[in-house]
Structure formats: structure tokens, C-alpha cells
């Protein structure tokens, strides 16, 4: 259990510094303009990138000083030549760092500035401890205890005696160390500073690991671990993780100690502690001793001796000397090890490091037993005895326990005072917090109501806000809608009136009046139902009734849907009671209503179902029943068909125009006549439409005529439009018209085929099936029609090689400039906006139609040379030319290389191949492989490359007559004079 708690506390290290207060800081720094705090930001900043990024945290500081010089300002100049020497500390460079550190204790005496003269003594004390002078540390650290007591510093006192610890630590005085370590945990436990105290605990557990107390160790290790973690501060894990791997090493678990120091490894090395790398190596070295490894081992600790010596640091260099010298002695290398031994002996001697001397002495004793000088060994035996006697004794480890428990007790007392405390100031302020506990019910109560209150508010206006943004979409569509419903309609009457001012000799046929009247009256209807609605939202649509007969009214209503039911081959069945219903009713809203109803039921049928249309009438109530077998409403959006401007399909692919007004309107004028008007659908199945309206029949009148007026034949829904003769044009360019409005399809017909073939689509799908079937010259599409509106009609046509040449003029009811841009951008040629002249359609077609001839025009006068660039439109064109170029280039030479060849490589067909190069070069695929040959020929023999034999055998010439014949024809003169 221990062992994966270690590994979860020590393995995952996170390296990255705090972010979010480095960000902070740097943001202030960008925006902050007075000088004195500009330079505390950059001190900041170096103190946050101290371990993580030591370059940028010297740079911050050496802007800091620079910054301090220039306004003077000594505070600030001795707070940064402190962090300066902190930084200098840390990367060994101690003779730099004591400069600055004396600098800064100078300044600060003059100035008499308190917390500067406390940073230098500590940082003196710590620096000269890390080189070696252990004794002139102590000194400096001891007159800083001195000092901040007297200043109250707490922070300073309880830093000086961490240092104090490590200078204990190093000379083996355990006792000393602990009651430093435990005096700084206190310190820093009462003024808050979790760092600190992390530190001081993992200095505790380094004791206990040291005096063999690893349960005790390993405890400490992982509260200061959880603070490291919480504070994330890597430096302080990175010293847990090393304490960690001597206690592994000590436990018999080599393996997992050299895991662990691989990580510390790789940290000092990220943070540049030169100090701690050689520590580590030490220790690295050990552990392959240990394991009989002597090369690995003598290799590690050469790498910590290095170390130490680069940076002058005495302790290390003791440490690596002693151990070169015992590694020496395991290899018999006598002369070796005393050189070591005797090296670790002076320098440990001069720094006061006992522990050393005491291994020193271990060694230079079993060295010179092996020299057989048995006297030295013997002298050098009891001075190791006695050293260790005095280093080790059990009353030392007693007095660290004790120490330790005293602390814990002294935390434990100040606990139970404090609860104490606690308990008191509770009884005292129990009755008050009675009172605050009533007003504070109160307030609550009081919040939540207004918070109700706020909230039901702000529901109530997202949802008026929901509600009126769904308007306006809806709004918005209606408008596109009957837009385009308006606009199909005037092009079909201004066409006809615009050619008749164009030609006053001319008469109108008498299917354009036809066309006009219908069109006319579908304008008509659509103003007329607008007005209705703007009464009804008004309140003033009134009913205006008069006496007649409702059955036959309806009879005629029905029928007038007879011609258009049989023109599409549907099942119509009208069933009207066989008498007469006379009534007082409005013809003209009933009417409305019934041809409303009828007409949504005919949408939304395909050609050969069933629509019916039932009248009964009952207890004084008319009954109509519509009912069809077309493809039925969904249940999600079946309650909203009768919301104004709603369209079950508001896709500009829906099957049928419509404005999304018509069943809106229709139970508006149910509901004013006291009727309802119900509907009932399943998908795929059909719909159901049930209209109950009160009416009370009267005594026909002995005389009376007919009032109700029959229904003028125009006025079918759908009366078939005018079709032209198909008749063609010989030598004239092919036009393919993809129109859903069978008039609109028939007008656009007739204004072209005097001077054009036209074949003609009723939508989408069917038009880009007849463009890739029966390939025309231009395309002339509407924007929305059913299946596949023509957006996507030109995206499939403009992306597929075999129409990709084809020019596209869009029409549509949509006139705003962001709708031409995206036509355009599809790839449309042109964009023609409806109502739009008969002569604007013709020019544009023509300009179109010959613009395209004039590149191939061009193309035929260039020498025959295929330049693709010159002579397509788009992109697809032109890189499928340079595929026939390339083709042509590689295989021209090859005489069994023809069309077929062709067809193959280019994964085209015969007649696929031969239509789409003669619409881009007027040219079938042998005349342009003949061509390219013969020109290719041409090059060679202006060059006098070879014989005209071997030319026309290298250009894929086989019989020289044909070559010949062919050359003249296309240069005018022979080969051999060319």
C-alpha cells in the first residue's frame, strides 16, 4: 500500500508554474506606468520564473535594476540585487551571489531598511552554507535571528533557522538540525506560509531518514508532498522524490531508488542545479555500489565530483572523494583510493562536514590494512569510532523523537486552546446569532420571492423574445414566398404585353390572353386574400351573406378541380347531396375556404392518387369532408398548419409554391362564419380535413332565379397551359429550359425556339438527367423548384466533366444582391431576375451562346494549338484539357494510340468523349489527335530535326502517303517544302 502511494505522490509531476498569476502579472507589467511599481512587477516575475525559466526570471531582474537606477529608488535597487543573487545562488555562482548579497546588506544599513538588511544576512548565511564555509553561514544566520526578533520579522526568523537546519544537517548535528527544522515549521505554521511550512516538513523527514526512522519519514514526506502538489512547486517535489530514493536504497529497492532519481535527474537538470545534480549522482553511484556495479559506479560518482568542483561547492566535492576512494579500495586499487581518501579527509576537515570525516577516516583505515601498515589502520579505526560514538549516539535519536513530539504536542495544546476559545466566543454570541438566524430567514424568504419573481420574469421575456424572433423568420420566408409567387406571375404578363409593344402589327394569340387572364386572376387572388387577413387582424372582415343554393355553390367549387384532376390522371370524387340547400351564406368566403382546402389536398398528391370531396348536411350544420391519399403531414407539425405563414415544407425545393397563408385564411373564415375546420394526417397516408359550419336552410321562394353564378372556366385550378409544336432547328444551338411553372416553361419556350432547339425539364432531377443525356449548349434553370432546386442543379452540372462547359443562366423571384452572389458562386453564368423582359432573356442567351463560340473561333485560328487556359470557363474544363494534352504528349508517337486509347485512359465513353470535346473545341477526338500530330510534325521539320520519313514515323505516322496528304491539307504545302 505504501509503495503506490508513493508512486501516485512522486511519479506525477506536473512542471508547469502558475500560469495564471505569471499572465497576470505580465498584463499589469504591459499597462502599469509608474516607474516604482513597474520594478516591484518585474521582481514578482523573476520570482515566478525563478525555477521553472531561470534566463527570463535574470532578465526581469536586471530590467528591475535598470528601471531602480534610473529613479533612484534604494528599496527597490536592494530588493533586486537580492533576487539577482538568489538566481546567481541557485546556478552556483556563489562568489557573484555573496557580492551582490554585501551590496545589498550595505544599502540597506544605510538606509536603514529592515526587511533588505534580513533578506541579505539570510541569503549570505544560505550562500556561504551552499560553498562550503559552514561556519561563516551559521554566523550570518545567527546574527539574522538576532536582528529580525528585534524587529518582530517573523518570515525572517523562521527562514534563517531553515538554514540553520541545513547547516546542522551537513555537520551531522541532528539534534541541532530537528530543533531548527521543528522552530521554522512553527514559525510558518503561525503566520501561514504553506510553502514555507511544506519546506520545513520535508527538511524533518530528511532527518528521520537519516537516523533510519523511515515510517516517521515517509509520513512527513507526504504532508509536505500534498502542499508541493497544492502550491505546485516543483523544486520542493523534486527534494521529496530524492529523500524517497535513499529511503528505497536503505529498504533493499535499488530498482525503484534509480527510477526516482532518473526523474530528479531530469527536473535539476530542467531547473540548472548544478549543486543538487552532483548530490544526485552521489547518490546514484551508491546504490550501483551497492550492486557490485563498480564501473557504473566510479562513472556516477567522477560525474558528482566534476560537478562540485565546476561550482566550488567543498561539501559535494568531500562526498565525491570519499566514495572514489572506498570504490578504489573494492578494486584493489590502492594508490587510488588513498588519493581520494586523503582528498576527502582535507577538504571535509576544512568545511567542519564530520559526517565525511568520519567516512574518510572508515576508508584510510581499511586502506591501510590493506597496506599492511597496521598501526595507521588502527589509529585511523578509533578516530572513526569515536567520530561516529559522538555522531550516533541513541540519546541524539531519543532527543529528535523528542523534539519532534514536543512540537506536536505544543500544535496540539495550541489547538485545544483555540477550541476553547472557539467555544466561549460561540456561547457569547449564541443569543445574537438567534436574532441574525430570524432576519436572515427573513431575507431569505424575501430574496427567493424576488429571485421567483425575476426568474418567471426572464423566462417569460425569452420566450416573448423566442416567440418574436420565430415571427419574423416566418415573416421573412413569407415574403420570400409570395414574392416569388407574385413575380412568376407578372413575368407571364408582361412577357406577352412587352412583345405586343414590340410589334403593334402583331395581334395576341389567343392562348397568351388565356395565359394572361389566368395569371391575372392568381395575382388577383393573392392581393384579395392579403386584404382579408389585414381585415381580419383589424377586425373588420364582415360576412356578407345573400340567399342561394349552398349545395349546388359547392358543386361548381368542386368542380371546377375536374380538368386539372384529369390532366394529372387522379381520382376525383365529388359527392354533393342531389337537392337543394337554400341558405343565406357568403358564396365568397365559402368559396375561398373550399377551393383553399382543395387546392392544398392537389398539392400534395402525386399524379394518380385519390382526393375526395364530401358535402353532408345534418341538424342545421353544413359538414365538407376533403380528404387525399398524398404523402400526409408528420404529428410534430400537424398543430401548427393553420399558424399564419407556416409551411409544412419551407425548403426552396418544396414540391408546390404556396405563401403559407391559404389554410390560415381559411379558418379565419370558418371561425367567422361560427365554424371549425379540423385536420387529422399520418405520414405516408394521407390527410383529412373536416369543415362544420351552422347553417339554417329557409323556404325556397315560389319564384326565384338562380343566383349563384357559375364559375367562368378559367377559373380551374391548373388549366393547362399552352404547348408548343416541337419543332427544330437546323445548325441551332440546343437550350435546356428547367421550369416548374408549366406557363412560365411554355413562355420561355416560345421566345426561343424561333432561333433555338429547346428541350425542356418540369424540375431539378429530370434537368441535370436530360444535361447529361442530351448534352445543350446553354441551360436556363429557376432558383426554386421541386426535387432539386437550381443551386443544385448548377453545382452538379458545373462539378461533372462531362457538363462542366455548359453556360447556366439562373432565374429567380429572389432579387437581393446576397442571392446573386451565392447563384454566381455556384457557378451560374448569369442571373436573370423574374418579372424580367423577353428581349433581356434573348440577349443574354445570345451574348452567352456567342461568347462561346468566339473562343472556339479563336481556338480554330491559332494554329490549332489546344490552349486550355484560352478556351474554358472553368476550372474542371481546363484541367481536363491539360489531362488530353498530357495524354496526347505521351502517346502521340505511338501509332496504335487512337480514340479508343483515348476513351479508355480518360474513363469516358465514345459519344461522352466526342461531346465534350467538340463543345470546347469544335473538334472530335481523332481530328484533335491528327492535328496535334501534324503540328507536333511541323515543330520537328521547321527545326530540320530529321528525314520527313522519321518524323512521320516519330509523330505516329505509319503510311507517308496519309501523312503527306494530311500535312498539306492543314499547312497547304508538303512536307518536304514545309
Known amino acids: 500500500m505504501a509503495r503506490i502511494q508513493i508512486l501516485i505522490l512522486f511519479f506525477i509531476s506536473v512542471c508547469a508554474y502558475p500560469q495564471s498569476r505569471v499572465d497576470s502579472l505580465e498584463q499589469k507589467l504591459r499597462i502599469e506606468k509608474v516607474d516604482s511599481t513597474r520594478v516591484s512587477l518585474l521582481l514578482d516575475l523573476a520570482d515566478e520564473y525563478r525555477y521553472e525559466n531561470p534566463k527570463k526570471a535574470e532578465q526581469n531582474v536586471l530590467d528591475a535594476l535598470t528601471l531602480a537606477a534610473s529613479i533612484d529608488e534604494k528599496r527597490h535597487e536592494v530588493s533586486g540585487l537580492i533576487v539577482h543573487a538568489d ?40 550562500t556561504n552554507t ?3 564555509n559552514l561556519d561563516k553561514g551559521e554566523e550570518y544566520l545567527l546574527l539574522n535571528i538576532a536582528f529580525a526578533t528585534e524587529t518582530e520579522d517573523l518570515v525572517g526568523v523562521a527562514s534563517a533557522y531553515n538554514n540553520l537546519g541545513n547547516i546542522y544537517n551537513e555537520q551531522g548535528e541532528y539534534k541541532k538540525a530537528m530543533e531548527a527544522y521543528t522552530e521554522a515549521a512553527k514559525m510558518n505554521t503561525q503566520i501561514g506560509h504553506e510553502k514555507h511550512t511544506a519546506i520545513n516538513m520535508a527538511n524533518i523527514g530528511m532527518i528521520y531518514q537519516k537516523l533510519e526512522n523511515y515510517d516517521s519519514a515517509i509520513a512527513y514526506f507526504q504532508k509536505s508532498d500534498s502542499l508541493f502538489v497544492k502550491l505546485d512547486f516543483q523544486a520542493g517535489r523534486v527534494f521529496v522524490m530524492e ?110 562536514v564530520e559526517l565525511t570525516v568520519m567516512d574518510s577516516y572508515e576508508t584510510l583505515s581499511e586502506v591501510n590494512y590493506a597496506k599492511n601498515n597496521y598501526k595507521s589502520a588502527y589509529d585511523f579505526r578509533i578516530k572513526y569510532e569515536a567520530l561516529k560514538d559522538s555522531l550516533y549516539t541513541l540519546e541524539k535519536r531519543d532527543m529528535a523523537e523528542e523534539i519532534e513530539a514536543k512540537y506536536q504536542n505544543e500544535q496540539q495544546a495550541k489547538e485545544i486552546a483555540l477550541l476553547a476559545s472557539e467555544k466561549e466566543l460561540q456561547e457569547l454570541q449564541l443569543s445574537k446569532r438567534k436574532n441574525e438566524r430570524n432576519g436572515i430567514i427573513v431575507v431569505a424568504i424575501f430574496m427567493l420571492l424576488l429571485t421567483g419573481l425575476l426568474y418567471n420574469q426572464y423566462r417569460i421575456k425569452q420566450k416573448s423574445n423566442r416567440e418574436l ?136 398528391s402525386e399524379d394518380g392518387e385519390s382526393v ?13 369532408h376533403v380528404s387525399d391519399s398524398g404523402r400526409g403531414i408528420s404529428e410534430e407539425k400537424l398543430p401548427f398548419i393553420f399558424d399564419r405563414f407556416y409551411q409544412v415544407d419551407s425548403s426552396i425545393t418544396k414540391d408546390q409554391e404556396g405563401s403559407g397563408i391559404g389554410l390560415s385564411l381559411s379558418k379565419d373564415l370558418i371561425e367567422l362564419m361560427d365554424g371549425t375546420i379540423t385536420v387529422s394526417s399520418e405520414k405516408g397516408m394521407g390527410t383529412f380535413f373536416t369543415i362544420q359550419v351552422p347553417i339554417e336552410k329557409i323556404k325556397i321562394p315560389e319564384i326565384r332565379t338562380d343566383l349563384v353564378p357559375s364559375t367562368p372556366a378559367d377559373k380551374a385550378f391548373g388549366a393547362k397551359a399552352y404547348e408548343f409544336p416541337k419543332a427544330e432547328v437546323n445548325g441551332a444551338s440546343k437550350i435546356l429550359v428547367i421550369e416548374d411553372n408549366e406557363d412560365m416553361r411554355q413562355y420561355i419556350k416560345k421566345q426561343l425556339l424561333l432561333s433555338y432547339n429547346v428541350i425542356e425539364a418540369k424540375h431539378g432531377e429530370q434537368g441535370v438527367k436530360l444535361a447529361d443525356s442530351d448534352t445543350p449548349d446553354l441551360v436556363i434553370t429557376d432558383l426554386m423548384m421541386p426535387k432539386m432546386d437550381g443551386m443544385e442543379v448548377c453545382r452538379r452540372l458545373k462539378s461533372d466533366i462531362h457538363t462542366s462547359h455548359i453556360p447556366i443562366i439562373m432565374l429567380t423571384a429572389r432579387a437581393g444582391e446576397a442571392n446573386k452572389i451565392e447563384g454566381l458562386e455556384t457557378g451560374a453564368d448569369d442571373y436573370l431576375t423574374k418579372p ?143
Open 469 to 604: 424572433k420565430e415571427l419574423n423568420t416566418l415573416k421573412s420566408n413569407f415574403f420570400a414566398n409570395i414574392s416569388h409567387e407574385f413575380r412568376t406571375p407578372l413575368t407571364l404578363i408582361q412577357g406577352p404585353i412587352e412583345n405586343l409593344e414590340q410589334n403593334p402589327e402583331e395581334q395576341l394569340d389567343r392562348k397568351d390572353v388565356k395565359m394572361i387572364r389566368r395569371n391575372t386572376n392568381k395575382v388577383l387572388g393573392l392581393v384579395n386574400q392579403l386584404l382579408d387577413l389585414s381585415k381580419i387582424d383589424e377586425g373588420k372582415l364582415e360576412l356578407k351573406s345573400s340567399e342561394g343554393d349552398l349545395f349546388k355553390c359547392l358543386r361548381t367549387a368542386a368542380a371546377s378541380f375536374n380538368s386539372h384532376a384529369a390532366q394529372r390522371n387522379m381520382d376525383y370524387r365529388v359527392s354533393v347531396p342531389n337537392e337543394v340547400l337554400w341558405a343565406a351564406f357568403d358564396r365568397d368566403k365559402l368559396e375561398k375556404v373550399v377551393y383553399n382546402v382543395l387546392s392544398n389536398a392537389f398539392k400534395f
Open 87 to 126: 538566481l546567481l545562488t541557485d546556478r552556483a555562482s556563489y562568489d557573484s551571489a555573496i557580492v551582490l548579497f554585501q551590496k545589498a546588506l550595505s544599502i540597506s544599513e544605510r538606509i536603514k531598511f529592515d526587511d533588505g538588511k534580513s533578506a541579505a544576512l539570510i541569503g549570505l548565511g544560505n
Open 243 to 352: 529523500n524517497m530514493g535513499i529511503i528505497f536504497r536503505n529498504q533493499d529497492r535499488p530498482d525503484e531508488a534509480l527510477e526516482l532519481y532518473q526523474e530528479v535527474l531530469e527536473s535539476y537538470n530542467k531547473l540548472g542545479r548544478k549543486r543538487e545534480l552532483s548530490q544526485t549522482y552521489n547518490k546514484i553511484g551508491n546504490i550501483y555500489s551497492d550492486k557490485e556495479q563498480s564501473d557504473k559506479a566510479i562513472e556516477n560518482f567522477r560525474l558528482s565530483l566534476s560537478l562540485a568542483e565546476e561550482i566550488n561547492d567543498s561539501i559535494n566535492m568531500a562526498m565525491a572523494n570519499r566514495a572514489l576512494g572506498q570504490q578504489f579500495l573494492y578494486f584493489k586499487k590502492i594508490d587510488s583510493s588513498v588519493h581520494y581518501a586523503e582528498q576527502a579527509l582535507r577538504i571535509a576537515n576544512a568545511t567542519g
Open 836 to 978: 424580367f423582359s423577353a428581349k433581356e432573356l434573348m440577349a443574354r442567351v445570345k451574348n452567352l451562346i456567342e461568347q462561346r463560340k468566339r473562343l472556339l473561333e479563336h481556338y480554330k485560328q491559332s494554329e490549332r494549338t489546344l490552349i486550355p487556359e484560352k478556351i474554358t470557363t472553368t476550372s474542371l474544363d481546363k484541367k481536363f484539357l491539360e489531362r488530353v494534352l498530357d495524354l496526347l504528349e505521351k502517346n502521340h508517337s505511338n501509332p496504335d494510340f487512337g480514340v479508343p486509347q483515348m476513351q479508355q485512359e480518360l474513363a469516358m465513353s465514345k459519344t461522352q468523349l466526342n461531346r465534350k470535346l467538340k463543345a470546347l473545341t469544335q473538334e472530335s477526338p481523332r481530328d484533335i489527335l491528327r492535328n496535334f500530330r501534324l503540328k507536333r510534325a511541323a515543330q520537328l521539320l521547321s527545326r530540320k530535326s530529321d528525314t520527313v520519313t522519321q518524323i512521320a514515323y516519330q509523330v505516329g505516322f505509319e503510311n507517308l502517303s496519309y501523312f503527306a496528304k494530311c500535312f498539306k491539307e492543314q499547312y497547304g504545302v508538303s512536307p518536304s517544302s514545309y
Open 612 to 624: 375526395a370531396f364530401k358535402v353532408s348536411y345534418t341538424g342545421q350544420e353544413l359538414c365538407i
Open 130 to 132: 551552499r560553498k562550503g
